[in-house]
């Protein structure tokens, strides 16, 4: 990409242990972009955003604030998610509030950062990424 903002400065790798039945899709890719944009990719989803943290992203604990942009994933709607992430146990919640529904959806896992971003950027797909982070996916998964 040629507009540095969009420049991805974080990602990392989910392992959802806990999430809601519409949504079966344990491993994902998180990426945030500079610009305040997000990507998340996971074998049945791809779709981009804006995320606001409650501190530095590299925090040892963080809260991050996401609005999913309109996506096929979200059936052309809009999404909103706060994730808490916790570096020293490698785990996150997650509470998805989707509109019109009064009952958020509680979701959790583990995570890790990616360092080796090669050259990810925002129209980074799960096909591309996905087959240099199968150990790492793989890792987690157990845990």
Not at 25 to 44: D, H, K, Q, T, V
Not at 64 to 86: C, G, M, Q, T, Y
Not at 120 to 139: I, N
Request: overall charge negative.
């Amino acid at each position: 990409m040629t507009d540095q903002s969009a420049d991805v400065v974080r990602a990392d790798a989910l392992h959802y242990t806990t999430m809601f039945a519409e949504k079966p899709f344990e491993p994902a890719l998180l990426l945030f972009c500079a610009n305040g944009a997000y990507r998340i990719l996971s074998p049945g989803e791809d779709h981009p955003g804006s995320y606001v943290a409650e501190g530095p992203l590299d925090a040892d604990r963080v809260r991050v604030n996401f609005i999913s942009w309109p996506s096929e994933d979200w059936n052309r709607n809009v999404a909103f998610h706060v994730l808490d992430f916790d570096r020293a146990s490698g785990r996150f919640t997650q509470q998805l509030r989707l509109p019109g529904d009064p009952e958020p959806k509680h979701q959790a896992g583990r995570h890790t950062e990616v360092t080796a971003l090669g050259h990810w950027d925002a129209d980074t797909t799960w096909e591309s990424a996905a087959p240099q982070l199968a150990s790492v996916f793989a890792s987690l998964a157990t845990g």
